[in-house]
């Protein structure tokens, strides 16, 4: 079975960066699409940032221009480098894979990021 493992939250300061990844293994083939979502407590769960195979990408408003995400086909793995980090991007991210059509679906267990002083 596909299993997901999110790595690289911790604790960052106002301006500071981080990288997320997310390595899918147990998969015959590519994901059509990858990406991230973030739940902060007391908020719904919203999507970040997505790619897909061909290579085409959407990012939630907020983070434009400040996310960016990326991916290893070969190395089966999906991440997302984080600048520019304010304390409202606190939450747990949540690495997502879907295949064609949606037919599958799957979801890491979570990393969390903290942006405080």
């Known amino acids: 079975q596909v299993q997901l493992v999110e790595s690289g939250g911790g604790l960052v300061q106002p301006g500071g960066s981080l990288r997320l990844s997310c390595v899918a293994s147990?998969?015959?083939?590519?994901?059509?699409?990858m990406g991230w979502y973030r739940q902060a407590p007391g908020k719904q769960r919203e999507l970040v940032a997505t790619k897909t195979s061909g290579g085409i990408t959407n990012y939630v408003d907020s983070v434009k221009g400040r996310f960016t995400i990326s991916r290893d086909n070969a190395k089966n793995t999906v991440y997302l480098q984080m600048n520019s980090l304010t304390p409202e991007d606190t939450a747990v991210y949540y690495c997502?894979?879907?295949?064609?059509?949606?037919?599958?679906?799957?979801w890491g267990q979570g990393t969390q990021v903290t942006v405080s002083s």
């Open positions: 147990g998969s015959s083939f590519i994901m059509h699409l």
């Open positions: 997502n894979a879907n295949t064609l059509l949606g037919a599958r679906n799957y």
